[in-house]
C-alpha cells in the first residue's frame, strides 16, 4: 500500500515511486579531471584530500569529533533564535537540542537563490539529510544543516530564476532598488515589484502548498536571505533540517579568533596556498581560485562593500587605504562582524562553528577543499570529509513515455537540439525506407568484408585503401540516411516539437536539469514526499548522476 501525507493545501500525496539508474560522472560532460579522479581514482590525488569519499571514512572522522561545549552551546543559542524566526518545526528545533547535546553536523549549502534556486540547492540538502540519519543509526548522533551563503555578493547570480512555461523556458528576475554594491546579498530586501514575479511563478506551478509557501514567504519586508529561509523551513518542514545564517553578528563574534588567526598568519597560509596551487599544477590539476602572493582569507565590509583585505609588505591594504597591522588586528577584536571569509575559509569557519562530520558539495566545490585543505590543517589542525551531493535528473511519467516511444537514452541529449531532432526523425522513417537503409549498410559491409579478404590474399597493402573506401562509403550512405530524416522533420511539426520538450524539461540550455530548473517546479508537481524519494536516492553508492524515473 501507498502511504500518503496531507499536504498544506488539504491535498493528499502518495509516496512517489523511485526508479533509479546510475549514469558514471565520466559520462557527464564538463566534469574536471581533479574530480573525478576524487572519485575514481583517489590514490592520484590523496595529497590533496585527508579522507576518502566513503561513508566509513565518514564515520570514522564523526567518532574522532571533539567539540568544545562552550562554543557548542553558543552556536546552539543562535540555530534555536534564527530557526524559531524562520518558523521552524519542532523537527528542526528538536534537531537544534540534538546539537546542543552533543550531535555532529552533516552540512551542505547554497547561495541564497531567488524561490530556493536550481534543484541542486534541494539534491544538496536531501544529501545531508541522509548522511545524519545513517550516522545517528550507526551510534552516532547528528543532525542535518543547511549553511546559506549570505555572504556572498554576487546579486546578479541569485536575482534569478528560469521555470517551465509550457513547453518553453522562462526566466524571471528580481529587481531591486539596490544592485548589491559588492555588499553581502543576504540583507538585501526585496523589491516590491516582487509581488509581481511571485504571482507570476505561482500561477506557472499552480495552486497548492509550493504556490502558498511562496506567498508566505517572499513578502515585503523579507530580504533575499530570510525569504529563503522561510522557504525552506516550509519546504523542508518534518525533516529535522537546520538552517544556519552566517550574517549573523553573534556568530563573527565566536568566530573572531579563527578571523584573527588568518589576519595574524597571513603572510604563513598565502605561501601554503600557493605551494598547493604548484603541486595542483604539477600533477595535472587547476586551480578553482586563483591565488596571489598578496592574497588573504578575508574580506572587510567598508560602507556596505565587501573589500578584499591584501597583504603589503608588514601592513594590509584595504582598497587603497593601508592599514598597520597592529590597527587591522585591533579591528578585528572590536568589530568582527565587520568581516568575512573568502571562499577558501568559508568552509573552514563553518567547521570552527560546527563538529562537521561531512561535508556534501558540487564539483566546484570539491575542488575548492583540494585549495582549502591547507587552511583547514593550519588553523584546524584537521580537516573535513567532503562527499559529491547527490546529482539527479527527475524525469515524470509523460516523459518516460516520451523517450520510450523515441527510444531515446539520456545521453542523447548531450549532442545538442539539432541532433536529437534529426535522431528522432531516424526513428519515425517510413519502415520501408528503414528497412532499406539498414539492408543497404549490411549488405554493403558484407561485400566489402569478402572483398577485403580477396585482396589480402592478392596484396596486403590494398587492405588499407579498401578499408578507407568503406569508412568514405558508409560515411555518404548515413549522410542519406540524416537527409532523409530531415526531410521527415520538415514535413513532420510534431517531431521538432517533441525534442524541444524533451531538451527543455531534461537537458535545459544545454545543461544538466538541476542546474537550471528550480527545487520548487518539481515539489509542485509531487508533493512533499519527493523529499522523501530523493532523501532515499542519496543512500545508494551511486558514483555519477542519477536517472530519477518517477
Known sequence: MIAEKVASDGAVYGEVPLKSECMPFTAIPHN????????????????????????????????????PPERRARVADVLEKQNRSWGASDAALASIEKFRHGAVACISGQQVGVFGGPLYSVLKACSALQMAEELSAQGVPAIPVFWLATEDHDLAEIASVTMRNGCELEKLTATTEQNGNGGP???????????????????????????????????????????????????????????????????????????TAAAERAEELDEALLERGKALHKAGYHEQVRVTPESTLLFSLEGNKRTVLHLAGKEFMLGAQRVARDEMLSRIAEHPEQFSPNVLMRPV????????????????????????????????????????????????????ELLARYRLSFSDLFHGSAQVCELLASRVLAPGLREALHETEET???????????????????????????????????????????????KNEPLTKDAHRVLTELFPHKELQERVLPGIYFLAQYGPELITTLKKAAAPQCPGHQIIRL
Open 185 to 259: 546579498v543576504g540583507p538585501i530586501a526585496l523589491d516590491a515589484s516582487m509581488q509581481a514575479m511571485v504571482a507570476h511563478a505561482a500561477e506557472l506551478l499552480g495552486p497548492g502548498w509550493v504556490s502558498d509557501a511562496l506567498r508566505e514567504s517572499y513578502k515585503p519586508g523579507e530580504s533575499y536571505g530570510s525569504a529563503f529561509a522561510r522557504l525552506f523551513t516550509r519546504i523542508l518542514a518534518g525533516t529535522g533540517m537546520v538552517l544556519v545564517d552566517p550574517l549573523d553578528d553573534e556568530l563573527h563574534r565566536i568566530a573572531q579568533p579563527l578571523f
Open 349 to 400: 569557519v563553518q567547521d570552527y562553528l560546527f563538529p562537521t562530520a561531512v561535508y556534501f558539495g558540487g564539483p566546484a566545490e570539491i575542488a575548492y577543499f583540494a585549495q582549502a585543505g591547507v587552511v583547514y590543517e593550519k588553523l584546524l589542525g584537521r580537516t573535513t570529509p567532503v562527499m559529491p551531493r547527490l546529482s539527479a535528473t527527475i524525469i515524470s511519467p509523460a516523459m518516460s
Open 444 to 490: 554493403l559491409k558484407g561485400h566489402l568484408e569478402t572483398l577485403r579478404a580477396e585482396l589480402k590474399s592478392l596484396e596486403p597493402t590494398l587492405v588499407e585503401a579498401a578499408a578507407r573506401s568503406e569508412r568514405k562509403m558508409l560515411y555518404q550512405l548515413h549522410k542519406i540516411g540524416g537527409k532523409a530524416a530531415r526531410a521527415e522533420l520538415r
Open 32 to 67: 574536471s579531471r581533479l574530480f573525478l579522479d576524487f572519485l575514481f581514482q583517489f590514490d592520484k590525488v590523496e595529497g590533496f584530500y585527508a579522507h576518502r569519499p566513503n561513508g566509513q571514512a565518514v564515520l570514522e572522522h564523526a567518532r574522532g569529533l571533539v567539540f
